[in-house]
C-alpha cells in the first residue's frame, strides 16, 4: 500500500522560510516521484482544504495565486522526495500541510482534493511572531 511520508514543518517567524519534504513508499514496488502527480495542500482551522502547489510527472508546475513567487515545489529522483520551499511566510500560511498524489492532473484539476487518492499524515507550518 502506497503511503507518503511528510516531513519538515515547524514554527517560523514572518519573513522565515520553511522546506517541506515528501516521500512515497514502497520504492521496490517502482513507486517513485515519478509514479504520480504530486501536491500540497493545506488547511488552516476552520477553512476548507485549499490547493497549493503541484508537479506533474513530466515536471509541470502549478501554484495558488496567494503563494506564487513565494513557494516553489520541486523532485529530486535520486533521493525520491518532493519538496515545497516555502519563502516570505505570511500569518496567513499558517495550517496543517498535506501532501498528495494522483495519476494525473491538469491546469483545471490540480487543486481538486476529490482528485487526489493518497495522502499524508499532514505537517503543520505555523507563522507568527
Known amino acids: 500500500q502506497l503511503q507518503l511520508v511528510e516531513s519538515g514543518g515547524g514554527w517560523v517567524q514572518p519573513g522565515g522560510s520553511l522546506r517541506l519534504s515528501c516521500s512515497p513508499s514502497?520504492?521496490?514496488?517502482?513507486?517513485?516521484?515519478?509514479?504520480?502527480?504530486m501536491a500540497w495542500f493545506r488547511q488552516a482551522p476552520g477553512s476548507e482544504r485549499e490547493g497549493v502547489s503541484c508537479i506533474t510527472i513530466g515536471g509541470r508546475t502549478y501554484y495558488a495565486n496567494s503563494v506564487k513567487g513565494r513557494f516553489t515545489i520541486s523532485k529530486d529522483v535520486a533521493r525520491n522526495t518532493v519538496y515545497l520551499d516555502m519563502n516570505n511566510l505570511r500569518p496567513e500560511d499558517t495550517a496543517v500541510y498535506y501532501c498528495?498524489?494522483?495519476?494525473?492532473?491538469?491546469?483545471?484539476?490540480?487543486?481538486?482534493?476529490?482528485?487526489?487518492?493518497?495522502w499524508g499524515q499532514g505537517t503543520q507550518v505555523t507563522v507568527s511572531s
Open positions: 498528495a498524489t494522483t495519476d494525473y492532473v491538469d491546469l483545471t484539476s490540480w487543486n481538486l482534493e476529490r482528485v487526489f487518492d493518497t
Open positions: 514502497g520504492r521496490e514496488k517502482g513507486w517513485t516521484v515519478n509514479s504520480f502527480a
